[in-house]
Structures are given as structure tokens and as C-alpha cells.
């Protein structure tokens, strides 16, 4: 069978993916997620924290809500409906994050712990400081004129 049958009977069998519906639930749980943050955010200033303050414990709590919701495998099961709707990217990398140490915890602390969370989060940071040097040099040099 070569590559081209091979493709043809895959498209043949394979279900089709409803893309709107994917899509309008993609968009409905990052809203929601999103609608969490700003509703943290408004708690947290409406407490008396000032907004930079606010904005750190809405980041924080966030995180605290998407690790644990890993750790319960919830996460995993609103993902499977949600799809790229549950990647805004500080519930996503928390999800990434905890995933990893939940996965290889059985391999130990160093080998499995240590060494399975950075082959995710390494590549993340490596572009992540990276881009910010850059768009830093970027500023610098415009500001000088």
C-alpha cells in the first residue's frame, strides 16, 4: 500500500471532526476560565489588595486551581471537551507542570520528578527569557534615539 492509498483510507474511515462544535466549546471554557481570572481579580481589589497585588493572587490562584484540578484529573477530563479552549496559558502551563510531576512521580524525586517537569517547561522558559532579552535589546535601542 503506498503513502497515498494508506492517506485515502484513512480519510475514508476516520469519523470527521465536528469543527464548530469544537470550536464554540473551545471558546466557551477559555472565556470561562478567563471570566474566573477577571472575577478573582475584582474579588481581590474589591479586599483592599492594590491591583498589581490583585493581578499576582489571581495568577496565583489560577495556578493553585488548575494543579489541583490535575491532580484530580478533572483538568484532563474538561480538556478532552474544551480542547485548546483550556490552554490560556497560565491554567495550560500549570495543567503541563503538574501532569509531568503526577505522571513520573514513580521514577523519584530527581529522575522522575525533577528531570520529566523541565522536559516541558524547559522549552517554555529557554523562549520564554529569550524573547524577553530580545524585545528588551529592541526597547533599549529605541529609546536611545
Known amino acids: 500500500m503506498t503513502e497515498r492509498e494508506y492517506g485515502k483510507l484513512v480519510k475514508k474511515i476516520a469519523?470527521?471532526?465536528p469543527m464548530?462544535?469544537?470550536s464554540i466549546w473551545a471558546f466557551?471554557?477559555?472565556?470561562l476560565i478567563c471570566t474566573l481570572g477577571q472575577l478573582l481579580l475584582e474579588g481581590y481589589t474589591a479586599w483592599g489588595l492594590s491591583e498589581e497585588t490583585a493581578g499576582t493572587a489571581t495568577s496565583m490562584s489560577l495556578i493553585?486551581?488548575?494543579?489541583l484540578m490535575t491532580g484530580l484529573?478533572?483538568?484532563?477530563n474538561l480538556a478532552q471537551r474544551a480542547g485548546a479552549g483550556t490552554l490560556v496559558p497560565i491554567t495550560g502551563f500549570a495543567n503541563a507542570v503538574s501532569a509531568a510531576a503526577i505522571e513520573f512521580k514513580t521514577e523519584g524525586w530527581i529522575t522522575g520528578l525533577g528531570c520529566s517537569i523541565f522536559k516541558i517547561v524547559g522549552p517554555v522558559i529557554v523562549y520564554g527569557v529569550s524573547a524577553s532579552v530580545l524585545y528588551g535589546?529592541?526597547?533599549?535601542?529605541?529609546t536611545l534615539f
Open 64 to 67: 493553585v486551581l488548575s494543579a
Open 15 to 17: 469519523p470527521k471532526s
Open 20 to 22: 464548530l462544535k469544537h
Open 137 to 142: 535589546l529592541i526597547y533599549w535601542i529605541t
Open 73 to 76: 484529573s478533572l483538568y484532563d
Open 28 to 31: 466557551t471554557v477559555g472565556g
